[in-house]
């Protein structure tokens, strides 16, 4: 073989090695998240339980239609991410979620997840950010429908953090009225 020819085996190589690991991380964190929004329909208490979860940490107006649109861009955006379709916006659903419920739930806490911390919803959508910046890979839908090979990491990148990132603190500063806080029984 030629060294020239060589070098294409090796970025051929490479690249499926690539796609495979992004393929990896795509369908678990994808599935993962999926997994949540199923829960929230279908789990437990279901849409109404998770409505009283909502009210209760003090999402407004009303927990059943955050309770509807949490499952929905879980489960939805799960879905597409691990699938690799639309990567980018999958991404900021995933990002959006993240920094809601990392503030919402696990700001408190500190940043271990052993103690709920925000841990967890830090490496979900830092993975979700890296293969949107990245791209999905061959092994993808994106690849399948040509979308993926026209990606810029740069528009990856700001559509996965900045949209992300943007209706999540939307969200946050629309709908979040935390309850106050119960007096100490030492004062």
Known sequence: MTPALLADVDSVASFDAI?????????????????HGYNKFFGGGGIPGTAGWFDSMGMRPNGKVHAILAASTELGGGVLFAAGLLTPLAAAGIVGLMVVAGWTVHRDKGFFIVKSGWEYNLILAVVAIGVATTGPGR???DWVVGLEP??????????????GVVAGVGLLAACYRPPAPEPDEAS
């Open 19 to 35: 796609s495979v690991g992004l393929l990896i991380l795509r369908v678990v964190t994808g599935l993962t998240v999926a997994a």
């Open 139 to 141: 092994y993808s839908l």
């Open 150 to 163: 026209a990606f810029d990491p740069n528009v990856g990148l700001a559509v996965s953090a900045g949209l």
